[in-house]
Structures are given as structure tokens and as C-alpha cells.
């Protein structure tokens, strides 16, 4: 008899509902799997057992070697614009969906091994991964969440034992990763490309059930579901900016339908405010600048609305580029209110005023004018609505217009009355104080690839709790020693 549970209560429903949209498939033999990071906080919240799995058992299964019970481990076929350009096959050429769990919430997530070897869509790749982007996304992926921001998980990290080969000898890892799906605009761009508007419908149904079930069986489902991913990225887009995220590598293909951010690569956050920050050294155009997100988000929905067309309309297609037009020139208001409102609330504004947007732009244009620190400037503001403005003042040269501008915003803030200690606690609740800064994710990415994973422990800790200042951490809320010069960040792979 065996009295053991399963691991994980797995319901596969993208094996059981969408045949023809994976491959069956399973990972790679690897020498020594050993878990590095375990996300304890989130087993518990997926309902599983923290002491069952971080064992060498669990070792083995997050690195790929063995199937739990209950999984159906496959690789998902997806296309995608990358950089503008159409790829008709990308696919999860490093990455297996091992099967959805429902959480403590009722909610299905996906579990999914990236870097567990080879698949059909691996195109001359070696389906691997090494240890530095697996805790980059591993580190900044939970850094989001702790931020608020919707974002994929990560369960845990293990290292195989390999030697993977990237610009020199790096050690291979698996990084296990929770969404609320891997639903991707590329996925509905791979079957609308090849003409196969019953598996695009098939897909739109099965993106209803999972994300948007209120509209299952209604009419006009298919325009309603564009609409809703439509706002889910204008409110995500809007969230990665108030904070000052760059994602670095938008193309179609991960952008997700859930709304979450996926797919850490070249990512960064910015210290000086600039709009055209850029991070990644393979954006040599600067598509993907920091101030061009919410453009390329739409851009990217409208490649999505592309592929809806057919279900939108069968008849007339004319009539649905003419209604999903319409829906997509909503997208700039959306985003500017989502974008708006969160500027508000860190502002620590209670209430909306036609000035709101010109009083935005004109403290943006400061931070740009003097290249001061973003997230810094926040956080110091809440200071000067309880009446101290040395903080942030100090972080200007010497010939500046911020006092203009601080006295303009606090009489707004007087104007609306509550207590300066109430905003001040309101701001601090919103302006986070530390963030996943370059060189302290690179200090940690560094001691992990040698062994050493405390600074990476320290770092998550630190990052689980962006706005709670803490005594002893001012190393991880100071922007890069100036002597570091600029950051450039690398397609991870
Ligand atoms: P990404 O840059 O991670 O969004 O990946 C873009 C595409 O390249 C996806 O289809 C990935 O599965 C694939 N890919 C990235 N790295 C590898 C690799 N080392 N081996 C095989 N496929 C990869
Ligand atoms: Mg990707």
C-alpha cells in the first residue's frame, strides 16, 4: 500500500482541451539536482507541501528528471513578433508546462520548468538554462509581486550539475515558474497565421474559461475578451511605470492574456528618470524604451485583434477591423486613467483634479531636468508633505525649480485637508524604498553562480517588503555608485 500523496493535485486542462496546441514531452537527463531557492510562501498558497518538496526528490522533479504523479508535462507551440519582426514558430523551446494546480483561492495556476532541455520548438537551441537569468527572474519576478504588480512566480530554483556553455562555463538550473497561464498573444498569432480560425476559437474559448469566465457562452464574447486583455495590459503597462520597470524584451510572444508580466530577460528598473531608458544591449533601436511601453503594449494588441477577426465577425470582416479599431483606440485613455490614478496615489492626492496630469508632467520634467533618482524621489516626498523638504530637495543641484513645484502640490494637499501624517504614511504605502537595484541584483547574481547564495537570500528578504524601511538595509535603497557607469543587461539564455 502506498500512503503517500501525490505531490500535486494536478488538472491538466490544456492537455485534456487543447490537443494540437503542445507536444507531449519530457525533460532532459541531468547529473545532480539540488534546489537552490524554494518559495515557501508560495507552495503553501498553491496548497502543496514545503517539507514534501524540498527534498532530493523534489529536487529531481523541478529539475525535470522526474514526473510527479498526475503531470502531463508538454511544451506549448506559440509565434510571435520579436523586435516587429514575425517568427510563425517560436514555441517553448527550453521550457515544460508539467500541469495546473488550483490554489488556496480556487484559482488554476500553471507550474512550469524553464530550462529543463530540448523540445520540437528548441530551434537549434540547447533548451537550457544557467544560474544567473534563472535567479534574475527568480529575484525580480518576486520582487514585482511584493510590489503589487500581477506578475508569473517563482516556486524554485535548482542547479542540475551541468556545465551549460554561454560566453564561457556557467552552472545549468531549472527555474520552476507559476502563472495564471502561459496563454501568450503569440499563442493565438500561431494559429491565426496559418488560417485555423477553429483553433484560434478553441484558444479564445479556453482564454475565457481561464481568465474571463463571466463571459463564457455570451455574445460578442470574443470582442469582450479583447477588450478585457486589453485592459489588464493597460493596467499592468501602467504598474510597470509608476515604478519605473522596463521589461526590455516586449515582443508579442510575452505579452501574456492573464495580464501578468512574464519572461524576465533583459529587464531593469531605472534610476534616473528618462524615458528613453534603455537596458538591454540587443535593443539596439530602442523599441522597447522605458517611455514606449504603453505604445508598443498597443501595438501588440493589435496583433492580437488580428487574429480575433474572424470570430469577431465571420461575416464582415470589414465590420470587425471596424469594431476592434475602435475597442483599440480606447487603450491610450485606458492606460493614461490607470496610469493617472496610481500617479495620485503617490502623489498621496485623495481626489481628481483637472490639474493632476500637468502637476504629474511638470515633476517628471524636473527628475528628467536634473536626472534625479525616481524611486527616491518618491519616497522623500512623503517627507515633505509632513513639512520637511531637505530630503527630497537634497537630492537636487543647487539651482533647481522644485520649490515651485513643492508648494504648488502642497497646497493641492492642503486643499484636500487630512493630516500630514496620513499622507505621509499613505505615500509610504505606495512608494516603494526598495527596489531590485542593478548592481545589488548583479553583487548576488555573482556570489550564486560561486556558491555563495546568502546575498540572494538577503536580497529576496529585503525585496519582499519594498516599503517598510528597515535599519541596516540603506545599501539596497541607494541608487549604483556613479563609478559603475551605465547598466547594460544581457538576453539572458
Ligand atoms: P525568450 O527570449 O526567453 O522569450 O525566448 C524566445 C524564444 O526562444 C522562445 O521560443 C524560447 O523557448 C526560445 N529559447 C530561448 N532560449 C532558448 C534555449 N536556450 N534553447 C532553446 N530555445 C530557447
Ligand atoms: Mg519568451
Known amino acids: 500500500m502506498n500512503a503517500t500523496p501525490p505531490l500535486f493535485q494536478f488538472d491538466n486542462s490544456y492537455a485534456r482541451d487543447l490537443e494540437g496546441f503542445y507536444v507531449a514531452w519530457e525533460g532532459d537527463k541531468v547529473p545532480e539536482p539540488q534546489i537552490v531557492l524554494f518559495n515557501q510562501e508560495l507552495a503553501e498558497e498553491l496548497g502543496l507541501d514545503p517539507a514534501a518538496l524540498q527534498t532530493p526528490y523534489g529536487a529531481k522533479v523541478f529539475a525535470g528528471i522526474e514526473s510527479p504523479e498526475g503531470a502531463s508535462p508538454l511544451a506549448q507551440v506559440y509565434a510571435g513578433h520579436q523586435f516587429g519582426g514575425f517568427s510563425p514558430q517560436l514555441g517553448d523551446g527550453r521550457a515544460l508546462l508539467l500541469g495546473e494546480v488550483i490554489d488556496k483561492k480556487g484559482k488554476r495556476r500553471d507550474l512550469q520548468l524553464k530550462g529543463s532541455g530540448p523540445t520540437p520548438f528548441s530551434r537549434g537551441g540547447d533548451g537550457k538554462a544557467v544560474i544567473g537569468p534563472v535567479l534574475r527572474e527568480y529575484v525580480i519576478g518576486e520582487a514585482m509581486h511584493a510590489l503589487g504588480i500581477p506578475t508569473t512566480r517563482a516556486l524554485a530554483a535548482v542547479t542540475t550539475g551541468e556545465t551549460i556553455y554561454r560566453e564561457g562555463p556557467k552552472p545549468g538550473a531549472v527555474l520552476t515558474r507559476v502563472a495564471g497561464s502561459h496563454l501568450r498573444v503569440g499563442t493565438f498569432q500561431f494559429f491565426a497565421a496559418r488560417g485555423e480560425t477553429e483553433k484560434v476559437r478553441q484558444l479564445a474559448d479556453y482564454a475565457i474559461s481561464r481568465h474571463d469566465p463571466d463571459l463564457a457562452g455570451t455574445d460578442d464574447r470574443y470582442l469582450k475578451l479583447f477588450a478585457s486583455v486589453m485592459q489588464r495590459q493597460a493596467e499592468l503597462i501602467a504598474r510597470w511605470?509608476?515604478?519605473?520597470?522596463?521589461?526590455?524584451?516586449?515582443?508579442?510572444?510575452?505579452?501574456?492574456?492573464?495580464?501578468?508580466?512574464?519572461?524576465?530577460?533583459?529587464?531593469?528598473?531605472?534610476?534616473?528618470?528618462?524615458?528613453?531608458?534603455?537596458?538591454?544591449?540587443?535593443?539596439?533601436?530602442?523599441?522597447?524604451?522605458?517611455?514606449?511601453?504603453?505604445?508598443?503594449?498597443?501595438?501588440?494588441?493589435?496583433?492580437?485583434?488580428?487574429?480575433?477577426?474572424?470570430?469577431?465577425?465571420?461575416?464582415?470582416?470589414?465590420?470587425?477591423?471596424?469594431?476592434?479599431?475602435?475597442?483599440?483606440?480606447?487603450?491610450?485613455?485606458?492606460?493614461?486613467?490607470?496610469?493617472?490614478?496610481?500617479?495620485?496615489?503617490?502623489?498621496?492626492?485623495?481626489?481628481?483634479?483637472?490639474?493632476?496630469?500637468?502637476?504629474?508632467?511638470?515633476?517628471?520634467?524636473?527628475?528628467?531636468?536634473?536626472?534625479?533618482?525616481?524611486?527616491?524621489?518618491?519616497?522623500?516626498?512623503?517627507?515633505?508633505?509632513?513639512?520637511?523638504?531637505?530630503?527630497?530637495?537634497?537630492?537636487?543641484?543647487?539651482?533647481?525649480?522644485?520649490?515651485?513645484?513643492?508648494?504648488?502640490?502642497?497646497?493641492?494637499?492642503?486643499?484636500?485637508?487630512?493630516?500630514?501624517?496620513?499622507?505621509?504614511?499613505?505615500?509610504?504605502?505606495?512608494?516603494?524604498?526598495?527596489?531590485?537595484?542593478?548592481?545589488?541584483?548583479?553583487?548576488?547574481?555573482?556570489?550564486?553562480?560561486?556558491?555563495?547564495?546568502?546575498?540572494?537570500?538577503?536580497?529576496?528578504?529585503?525585496?519582499?517588503?519594498?516599503?517598510?524601511?528597515?535599519?541596516?538595509?540603506?545599501?539596497?535603497?541607494?541608487?549604483?555608485?556613479?563609478?559603475?557607469?551605465?547598466?547594460?543587461?544581457?538576453?539572458?539564455?
Open 241 to 493: 511605470v509608476l515604478v519605473g520597470f522596463v521589461h526590455g524584451v516586449m515582443n508579442t510572444d510575452n505579452t501574456t492574456i492573464s495580464g501578468e508580466t512574464i519572461d524576465y530577460g533583459p529587464c531593469a528598473f531605472i534610476d534616473a528618470y528618462d524615458p528613453a531608458a534603455v537596458f538591454s544591449s540587443i535593443d539596439h533601436g530602442g523599441r522597447y524604451a522605458f517611455g514606449r511601453q504603453p505604445m508598443i503594449a498597443q501595438w501588440n494588441l493589435a496583433r492580437l485583434a488580428e487574429t480575433l477577426l474572424a470570430l469577431i465577425d465571420p461575416d464582415d470582416l470589414d465590420k470587425a477591423v471596424e469594431r476592434v479599431s475602435e475597442e483599440l483606440g480606447r487603450f491610450p485613455d485606458l492606460y493614461k486613467s490607470a496610469w493617472l490614478d496610481g500617479m495620485r496615489n503617490k502623489l498621496g492626492l485623495l481626489t481628481e483634479s483637472e490639474d493632476d496630469q500637468d502637476l504629474a508632467d511638470a515633476l517628471l520634467a524636473q527628475m528628467q531636468e536634473h536626472g534625479i533618482d525616481y524611486t527616491l524621489l518618491f519616497r522623500k516626498l512623503s517627507d515633505a508633505a509632513a513639512g520637511d523638504t531637505g530630503p527630497v530637495l537634497g537630492l537636487f543641484p543647487e539651482e533647481h525649480g522644485m520649490e515651485t513645484w513643492l508648494s504648488r502640490w502642497r497646497q493641492r494637499l492642503e486643499s484636500e485637508g487630512g493630516s500630514a501624517g496620513e499622507t505621509k504614511a499613505r505615500m509610504d504605502a505606495v512608494n516603494p524604498l526598495y527596489i531590485p537595484r542593478n548592481h545589488k541584483v548583479e553583487e548576488a547574481l555573482g556570489a550564486a553562480e560561486s556558491g555563495d547564495y546568502e546575498p540572494v537570500n538577503k536580497l529576496l528578504s529585503v525585496l519582499a517588503e519594498p516599503f517598510v524601511e528597515r535599519d541596516g538595509l540603506e545599501a539596497y535603497a541607494a541608487p549604483a555608485p556613479a563609478e559603475l557607469g551605465p547598466y547594460r543587461t544581457f538576453c539572458g539564455t
